[in-house]
């Protein structure tokens, strides 16, 4: 971030001010992690925040220190208008696209308040006032670590602030397990344990909070696991008898796609997921070294993310999108091959 826009944003904190966080539409754990974090950096401040997430998200992610102050778009939609209206910042966390704010998107643009993007998401839209992108990191999380950092405020993380913050980057990164893990991220983890964060209690609830429904659900997603050895690819479909089956909740399917991925000689792997009551397949992708499934999801399926993870959805059936699929790989066969 540009010296001269860190000196503007130190202006921006001398005096309280209404602020408003925003995360993406089915917040992760970086997403909730990272405005948590900010959420209690701005507080530190005396501004008047508030976090407005799109929707709902899963329960694994509800036990950091502030969730409960969280406001959900969709259920209270009306107060959420006028908080975004009123609002003097708007900081948007982890996307780069108002659309990815569902129907956040047209208040987010009307609103005359100045905004300040936090994400690590290629192709960004030029729509923020300050911008803080890079693409390299981790996660957002480690992104506000550093924002904090360069305000010169890093005595004031806290327990709160780096339980937040340690959670979204062992999240976004697969337990630290992902290539985007740099020594970097490391050093920003151990300060973050300095000060309270707790790492195997944020494992444990985030990772270890299983229901016997999800683990059969699981079962169900390995047992729909097919093998395409020619493009190095692995694929899941779950249709929505199969959901409805296992009782599905929010973030149940959350880590499929990875075991997947884990198959020996698999490259690229993705997830489809029917989603009748919105009759669409969400998808997710997952890669190993410079395949790019973010420019595979953008070119044909609505989507995009990370090099080596990213999503996209489909307006045809769960078979025809399926076949789609499989019809697109051979052309991607000698990438995937060369990995």
């Not at 029917?274 to 997952?286: A, L, P, T, V, Y």
């Not at 999108?321 to 991607?332: D, G, H, N, Q, R």
């Given at each position: 971030m540009k010296k001269e826009a860190i000196l503007n944003i130190k202006q921006l904190l001398q005096s309280p001010k209404k602020m408003v966080i925003v995360p993406h539409k089915n917040p992760d754990g970086d997403a909730i992690g990272s405005t948590l974090g900010l959420y209690h950096y701005l507080k530190m401040h005396n501004q008047e925040a508030i976090i407005i997430a799109p929707n709902d998200y899963p329960d694994f992610l509800k036990w950091m220190p502030g969730e409960n102050t969280i406001l959900k778009y969709d259920a209270e939609t009306g107060k959420c208008n006028d908080l975004i209206s009123d609002a003097d910042v708007i900081f948007t966390l982890d996307f780069n696209a108002l659309n990815r704010t569902g129907d956040m998107e047209l208040v987010l643009k009307s609103s005359s308040a100045l905004k300040i993007m936090i994400d690590h998401h290629q192709q960004p839209d030029a729509y923020a006032a300050y911008m803080y992108s890079d693409v390299t990191m981790s996660s957002t999380c480690e992104m506000v670590y550093n924002f904090i950092t360069m305000l010169d405020d890093k005595n004031l993380i806290n327990q709160d602030i780096a339980t937040c913050l340690y959670t979204g980057i062992m999240t976004d990164t697969g337990s630290f397990r992902f290539a985007s893990t740099t020594s970097e991220t490391?050093?920003?983890?151990?300060?973050?344990?300095?000060?309270?964060?707790?790492?195997?209690?944020?494992?444990?609830?985030?990772?270890?909070?299983n229901s016997f429904d999800r683990m059969q659900l699981l079962g169900c997603a390995l047992t729909n696991l097919k093998v395409i050895p020619e493009s190095k690819t692995a694929y899941i479909t779950l249709s929505q008898d199969e959901l409805n089956t296992y009782n599905y909740k929010k973030g149940d399917t959350e880590g499929f796609v990875n075991y997947a991925l884990s198959l020996q000689n698999i490259?690229?792997?993705?997830?489809?997921?029917?989603?009748?009551?919105?009759?669409?397949?969400?998808?997710?992708?997952?890669?190993?070294?410079?395949?790019?499934?973010?420019?595979?999801?953008?070119?044909?399926?609505e989507g995009g993310g990370h090099t080596n993870a990213a999503g996209g959805k489909s307006n045809l059936s769960l078979p025809e999108?399926?076949?789609?699929?499989?019809?697109?790989?051979?052309?991607?066969n000698n990438a995937l091959k060369n990995e």
């Open positions: 490391h050093r920003v983890t151990a300060f973050l344990i300095d000060k309270g964060a707790q790492p195997a209690k944020i494992h444990n609830a985030v990772m270890d909070a490259i690229f792997a993705v997830i489809f997921i029917e989603d009748k009551q919105n009759n669409i397949i969400k998808m997710s992708f997952r890669s190993k070294g410079d395949f790019s499934v973010n420019e595979f999801a953008r070119a044909h399926f999108t399926v076949e789609k699929f499989i019809s697109i790989l051979p052309a991607y």
